[in-house]
């Protein structure tokens, strides 16, 4: 048998049911069940006991065979018409092989004899007890298997969308950062990419304080330089500046919510590079400054008019 101390560790996550009619073996024995189990429910007859079962959700049930109204074999099989998984203890004063018989029928593994002794009483718990881990175990291992089957999906479908993309793109699950592409990611180093696969919060202080307005870009009035993203309504294109290690780069940031299924939706933001294009309107802009007020210096000087009636004619707009 098991260590004792490793049986009560695994029992105290469990809560049982214990059916018995007999008043002083349900009390003696539910003293002991109490220190192994984290609760132990009692009910003196099987329509008791079945009642119960239907009112709560229990780990596994004890009980004895014979007792009034509702035997303990007949409880149990209409127990396991509601789950047939749940593990069941019978407990009887009787060896009859048709007692075992019917109670194998009906699905129960396990067999104690009254009078109860406290060793096969615990080496009965504990193979009850290995079977109810082993099969936790088993769906915290297929759960995990799922969850990693729907990461992978959601991965080629994000690597689907944005793979004809040359634009960086980020995704978020409502907490994560789920995926951000290759374009992205050639923006930034490996340690400050890190950050964000904490959590979603960690994407918006991530772009605000990458956020740079530098001297040539201060007096445009278009760059948001603080960002909510619960006030970004999808499709919106907003203007930000974001200093990266290939440099100051300016895009049009958009959010897009995505309905990947039925209970999942996630929110994706693209980051259109408009770069050159800002630059040289810039380089426009300041050269048109330039050259219309040279011309406006020279033409003035030449003509000596009043300004009212100076025309530039050098305007790129």
Do not use: W
């Not at 009787?94 to 009906?106: D, G, H, K, P, Q």
Request: charge should be negative; aromatic fraction near 8%.
């Amino acid at each position: 048998m098991k260590n004792l101390q490793d049986v009560i560790r695994l029992g105290s996550k469990l809560e049982i049911l214990y059916v018995e009619d007999d008043k002083a073996l349900l009390e003696e024995t539910t003293t002991i069940l109490k220190k192994i189990f984290k609760s132990v429910d009692t009910a003196q007859s099987g329509t008791e006991g079945l009642m119960k079962f239907t009112q709560k959700s229990y780990d596994f049930i004890i009980t004895d065979i014979e007792m009034p109204d509702l035997n303990g074999l007949a409880m149990s099989q209409k127990i396991k018409e509601i789950n047939p998984e749940i593990p069941i203890v019978i407990i009887s004063a009787y060896s009859n092989s048709s007692y075992l018989i019917e109670a194998i029928n009906i699905g129960i593994n396990y067999y104690v004899l009254k009078p109860i002794l406290l060793p096969q009483l615990l080496s009965t718990l504990n193979s009850v007890i290995d079977v109810i881990e082993n099969r936790r175990i088993a769906l915290e291992c297929h759960n995990r298997e799922v969850e990693e089957s729907i990461r992978v999906a959601k991965e080629k479908l994000f690597l689907s969308i944005t793979k004809s993309s040359p634009n960086p793109i980020i995704v978020c699950d409502g907490r994560h950062v789920a995926f951000y592409n290759e374009s992205f990611q050639v923006l930034f180093d490996a340690d400050e990419l890190r950050v964000l696969k904490e959590q979603e919060s960690q994407l918006l202080n991530f772009i605000e304080g990458k956020m740079k307005v530098d001297q040539l870009l201060k007096d445009d009035t278009e760059f948001v330089q603080e960002l909510d993203f619960r006030e970004l309504a999808d499709g919106v294109a907003v203007k930000i500046s974001l200093k990266t290690k290939l440099g100051v780069k300016i895009y049009f940031m958009t959010k897009n919510t995505l309905q990947v299924d039925v209970d999942t939706e996630m929110v994706m933001f693209t980051f259109n590079d408009i770069t050159q294009l800002c630059f040289q309107n810039f380089q426009l802009k300041a050269y048109d400054k330039a050259v219309g007020n040279l011309t406006d210096v020279t033409y003035k000087n030449d003509q000596k008019t009043d300004q009212e009636a100076i025309i530039n004619k050098t305007t790129f707009e």
